[in-house]
């Protein structure tokens, strides 16, 4: 590397780490400088005896312990396995569930035979044994074919699609210490009929399976935008992942995600291709899971706090499965769908050049929760909740030979949320080095500076049907969306999984959603499935973009204390229950979320 | 590996029992001594919750809750799902103290209320995280965690949810953690 040696380069990297680690192991700066470690003697001491004791205090957040030290950036970070379809599911689908077969679906499809499935898969939810890092020993998870991440799916826009979901995983005594053997995929972001969204009521058992039906469709198609939908409600970076109600925040973190990317005729796969927007493809496509986690640190084993009620907080962080890889790249442009996989941090996230501290290094921002903006921003850094997905742009022309790094620089100390504090650059959590190491090579992709637009905005001028408002509450520790609880009571007047919802939507109407939350310190990731929202106002003022691009289309809003946000919402096309949650899994798993459901009348509940 | 890490030696559900459940001694309401693995916990579908008599906050309306899950899971109560009230008063809420308030809520078999000394009792709160991040809050009695947990601590399956939530929701909630069934 021109300038900086591989040596040089571990040397500082280690310094920052050991610097970071020391100072969420509760040591002040002048402990550290007692200890002569803010200079420079830092980098070449080995994570050996007192020094790997300093950095594992006994307690961490909330009780829990911190993590064994673990070398960063020595493995690279690995690809997701793009997921094969197979050639006919036997016994065949069916619009009403095979349960005589062992389908765990109460509902019917609502849209089967109007969508046949052009494709096919088969996925086995199983245990299987990983390797987070060299530092630690193999690792139990559950996964998506035993993957972590879970394979990624590949789907169009006009090509429905039927993925048979099977429940293999392991007897209920050998879960290892969490996670329960029964589940509920999501598509998170889907326009996807509510039988076949992966709602938190509809789990399925070991033994079972359990059809879903993706159709592929634009919001719009049977209602505003008829026969094909509203090209403006392009959905591109989407994910998946458990939602078994109470369970979800243990079953996430033992590894049930995967993504899931949805293309159309511009946004194609293809930058050679003129007549879409030549986004970088293909290799230079890549999707990015991140997560952080504890490991117990006499084991080395995954831990998780079956007792927290706040959020759980990693002190290792993860991309694509691994603790804090490399990934090598070229210089030109490539796009990353980065997604928060939780369990309960918020990032912000810059490029670092460890090497030149002040340099503003910039990228664009192409997607807000994975839905293309009207067109690029320039930004220096974005911020996710859980469950967020961001699509960039990095152009690494500008460092070849060189490395920089995806850094976090949000200060978060618990499961509140992150205290406000942007760190300084290099005092946050580096979690991915960009090695700008291969050959120079064509780049076809188009320059985001030259992108006059990729959608417009949905009109949000149609007056609202409705004004509900929505609390999110915290007291003696219960959390409640206006004073109530989450449950799934079936409706004794209706067949099995028809599932009493806290309010009605009427069917292709409009509403306003006021989101608010007063408590003290507390911030929620709120998620709301179905259908994309956009924000009217955040505390009265129009939603801007700078520093943090607030405009776009979004399933997700970062809720901060004392904030209130108001949300455009047009609920179309299908019928069915959905939920509203805090995405915080640990906080959704102890009841931050309801039901609600789209049908033909709607009610005139302000307050559900 | 550099770590020095040993070979884990303790299956998960005894990692489990050492890092959240002390083995302390307290006392029932019917002033039985009991260890809190061993008795109350070992091979045992379980609810806790933390409370104190004289707590007019939000204790009485979980104590009433609790009061028709433990209706819902009828026979069950006392032979294989047990109910377990703590007090965060152990000073005040003596065994005799607790007695009275099991009679005044017409607890059935089954459902202890417990108290103890007051380091194991903080012990416990702690170790089952029923506690709140922001110190002065966490001091403050009349502001404690009223959520659940329930388990089963023979299989390590643990949850909870709000004290307050529905009943009937709490039972079926409970049979989440339930024995497999024998068939299918």
Redesign the interface.
């Known amino acids: 590397m021109p300038g900086v040696s591989k040596n040089r380069q571990r040397e500082i990297e280690r310094a920052f780490e050991l610097r970071r680690q020391l100072s969420s192991a509760g040591l002040t700066k002048r402990e550290l400088l007692k200890m002569g470690l803010m200079a420079g003697g830092i980098a070449t001491l080995?994570?050996?005896g007192a020094f790997?004791k300093a950095l594992r205090p006994p307690v961490l957040f909330?009780?829990g312990p911190s993590s064994?030290?673990?070398?960063s950036f020595i493995e690279p970070m690995p690809r997701f396995t793009v997921k094969q379809p197979v050639a006919s599911l036997n016994p065949a689908p069916t619009v009403a569930p095979n349960t005589a077969a062992g389908e765990g679906r109460k509902l019917s499809h609502q849209v089967l035979t109007q969508f046949p499935p052009q494709k096919f898969y088969s996925v086995s939810q199983q245990q299987a044994q990983v390797s987070m890092s060299?530092?630690?020993?193999m690792q139990t998870i559950w996964g998506f074919d035993g993957l972590l991440p879970g394979p990624l799916y590949i789907a169009k826009y006009g090509e429905p699609i039927l993925v048979r979901n099977f429940n293999n995983l392991p007897?209920?005594?050998q879960?290892?210490?969490?996670g329960?053997p029964?589940v509920s995929t999501h598509l998170h972001n889907g326009h996807t009929p509510s039988e076949s969204d992966g709602g938190p009521c509809f789990f399925f058992e070991r033994?079972q399976f359990y059809d879903q039906h993706y159709p592929n469709v634009l919001a719009g198609f049977a209602s505003t935008h008829p026969p094909n939908g509203d090209i403006n409600e392009s959905l591109s970076s989407l994910w998946y992942h458990d939602h078994r109600v109470?369970?979800t925040s243990?079953n996430l973190y033992k590894g049930l995600a995967g993504m899931y990317n949805l293309f159309n005729n511009f946004d194609n796969g293809d930058e050679t291709n003129g007549a879409g927007f030549r986004l970088p493809s293909g290799e230079f496509d890549v999707n990015i899971m991140l997560n952080d986690k504890v490991f117990?640190p006499?084991?080395?084993?995954l831990f998780f706090?079956?007792?927290?009620?706040?959020g759980i907080l990693g002190d290792k962080f993860l991309a694509n499965g691994k603790i804090q890889p490399f990934f090598q790249v070229h210089p030109r442009r490539y796009r990353f769908r980065i997604v928060d996989g939780g369990p309960s941090r918020f990032y912000q996230m810059f490029l670092t050049d460890l090497n030149n501290l002040s340099a503003h290094n910039l990228f664009w921002q192409i997607s807000v929760d994975g839905n293309l903006l009207p067109k690029p921003v320039q930004v220096e850094s974005f911020r996710m909740g859980v469950a967020q997905r961001a699509d960039i742009i990095i152009d690494f022309s500008a460092f070849a030979g060189r490395s920089i790094y995806f850094e976090n620089r949000l200060e978060q100390q618990?499961?509140?949320g992150p205290t406000g504090n942007v760190l300084a650059a290099g005092q946050g959590n580096l979690i991915i080095r960009f090695d700008v190491v291969l050959p120079p090579v064509q780049d076809n992709s188009a320059n985001p500076a030259a992108i006059a637009k990729f959608y417009d905005l949905p009109s949000t001028a149609a007056t609202p049907r409705i004004t509900r408002t929505f609390r999110f509450e915290r007291?003696?520790?219960?959390?409640?969306i206006n004073g109530r609880?989450?449950?799934?009571?079936q409706d004794p007047n209706r067949p099995p999984g028809n599932f009493v919802p806290r309010f009605k939507v009427q069917q292709n109407s409009v509403e306003h959603w006021i989101l608010q939350n007063n408590s003290?310190?507390w911030e929620h990731p709120i998620h709301i499935h179905f259908e994309e929202f956009q924000i009217l106002s955040i505390n009265g003022q129009p939603p801007a973009n700078s520093p943090l691009v607030l405009t776009g289309r979004s399933d997700v809003v970062r809720l901060e204390h004392n904030t209130q946000v108001e949300l455009f919402f047009r609920f179309r096309d299908f019928l069915g229950s959905h939920p509203l949650h805090c995405h915080n899994v640990v906080h959704e798993?102890?009841?931050m979320m309801l039901l609600w459901e789209i049908a033909i009348q709607g009610d005139n509940n302000t307050q559900p | 590996?550099?770590?020095?890490?040993?070979?884990?030696s303790m299956s998960?559900?005894e990692?489990?029992r050492d890092r959240?459940f002390p083995n302390v001694t307290l006392r029932t309401h019917q002033n039985k001594k009991v260890r809190f693995y061993d008795d109350l916990l070992k091979d045992k579908i379980v609810t806790i919750n933390f409370m104190y008599s004289k707590c007019e906050?939000?204790c009485p309306g979980i104590t009433a809750n609790l009061l028709k899950v433990q209706k819902l899971l009828g026979a069950r109560m006392g032979r294989d799902i047990f109910m377990y009230s703590i007090t965060l008063k152990p000073e005040q809420d003596t065994p005799k103290v607790l007695k009275q308030y099991a009679k005044m809520h017409a607890a059935g078999p089954g459902w202890f209320f417990l108290t103890g000394e007051p380091a194991d009792i903080e012990l416990l709160r702690?170790?089952?995280?029923?506690?709140?991040?922001?110190p002065e809050l966490d001091k403050d009695k009349s502001?404690?965690?009223?959520?659940v947990?329930y388990g089963?601590e023979?299989?390590?399956?643990?949850?909870?949810?709000?004290?307050?939530?529905?009943a009937?929701?709490i039972a079926e909630?409970i049979s989440?953690?339930d024995w497999?069934k024998k068939s299918?």
Not at chain 1, 298 to 301: A, I
Not at chain 1, 475 to 480: I, K, L, M
Not at chain 2, 126 to 134: E, M, N
Request: include cysteine.
């Open positions: 080995p994570i050996k790997a909330g009780g064994p030290p673990t070398r060299p530092d630690l020993p007897p209920q005594n879960n290892g210490g969490f329960l029964s033994g109470d369970f243990q117990d006499n084991t080395g084993l706090d079956i007792f927290n009620l706040d618990d499961g509140r007291t003696n520790g219960q959390w409640a609880f989450m449950s799934c009571t003290g310190g798993d102890h009841a | 590996m550099p770590n020095e890490l040993k070979p884990h998960s559900r990692r489990t959240y906050g939000v702690r170790k089952l995280g029923f506690t709140d991040p922001d502001s404690h965690i009223g959520n947990r089963n023979a299989l390590q399956l643990w949850a909870a949810c709000p004290g307050l939530a529905d009937r929701w909630s989440w953690v497999p299918g």
